[in-house]
């Protein structure tokens, strides 16, 4: 892999940085209410209120209120939490192995119920096997992850308690245990979109020349189907894991929240009801870091299954 691809991707990361910067910077501000009055409650008088926004540097002009967020952040400070009085790089340190752990967790969970089926759809297709395997993550992608989560919640937490109903728990394997539900509740909606695109990249390939001539050399078709099918069928695949990785950490605000686990998607749902902007704002940078880190590895991996993506 040419050096020159990899720091052309990276490059492109510091414009869309800069860009969510500024919008995270604005979007927050347009929410209804003040942190001072969240802080203070509604009793509170206008001069308290004035007093808390001029003692957060709230009453500052936009344009320097930006300056001084952008000198903080590239020093590598994203302020204090307004409700916690903590620092919130070190919340975000805290709280993100969490919802990495999370993330890695449902996308291994996904991959691993998406490829067998995938392949398996496709080689019996337009058989019952097909159908039944399509049929279930139809309505599985049906099916928003809130509901899912909550009837996970219901029957194998609450009713059979089979599996802990929230918590992040002690060690390794603490953490696959206590983790499985809510990773389980979002591979599954990552499963469902990759075994339709993976069941139609399969399908395209096994039609191709080179897989009818491998067919006619004689070779076993477990061979071909692991050399020459699956290497083809999954560059197109690998981006859509990408994208869905993506969504993944989004999805984990959701997912964390109701399964109460202390990871940095629940500390956005605290921050926004809180209006604690610093919070807000650098969750999102961090949100926004990562999703572009995941693009980053999408687009290497890519160029690694299929060279010429190198020369676009």
């Excluded at 992608?141 to 992040?168: C, D, E, H, K, M």
């Excluded at 993506?246 to 964390?256: F, S, Y």
Aim: net charge positive; glycine share 8%.
């Amino acid at each position: 892999m040419h050096t020159t691809y990899v720091l052309k991707r990276l490059l492109q990361i510091i414009p869309t940085f800069l860009a969510v910067m500024l919008l995270v910077f604005l979007l927050v501000r347009l929410l209804p209410g003040d942190p001072a009055s969240a802080i203070l409650g509604d009793r509170a008088t206008t001069e308290i209120v004035e007093r808390t926004n001029r003692e957060l540097g709230l009453d500052q002009p936009l344009p320097v209120q930006f300056l001084i967020f952008a000198r903080n952040l590239l020093s590598g400070d994203l302020g204090d939490s307004i409700s916690l009085k903590v620092p919130v790089m070190r919340l975000i340190l805290e709280r993100l192995p969490v919802t990495l752990f999370l993330t890695v967790y449902a996308a291994v969970l996904g991959v691993l119920m998406a490829l067998p089926l995938a392949v398996l759809a496709a080689v019996r297709r337009n058989t019952w096997i097909d159908g039944v395997i399509r049929g279930v993550f139809q309505v599985g992608l049906s099916l928003p992850v809130f509901y899912v989560a909550l009837q996970l919640l219901t029957l194998l937490g609450a009713r059979l308690g089979w599996f802990p109903i929230g918590g992040y728990g002690e060690g390794f394997g603490g953490h696959l245990y206590h983790l499985f539900l809510p990773a389980l509740t979002l591979g599954l909606n990552l499963a469902a979109v990759l075994v339709r695109t993976l069941r139609s990249a399969v399908i395209e390939v096994l039609t191709a020349e080179y897989v009818e001539f491998a067919r006619a050399k004689g070779m076993r078709p477990r061979v071909i189907l692991s050399r020459h099918v699956l290497r083809n069928a999954l560059i197109s695949t690998v981006t859509l894991l990408g994208l869905n990785i993506g969504a993944l950490i989004g999805g984990a605000v959701i997912t964390e929240t109701v399964f109460a686990i202390p990871g940095v998607g629940r500390l956005m749902v605290d921050a926004i009801f809180g209006r604690d902007y610093p919070v807000i704002q650098g969750l999102t940078l961090t949100f926004a870091v990562l999703v572009s880190l995941v693009f980053l590895m999408t687009d290497l991996l890519h160029a690694r299954l299929d060279p010429r993506t190198e020369l676009s």
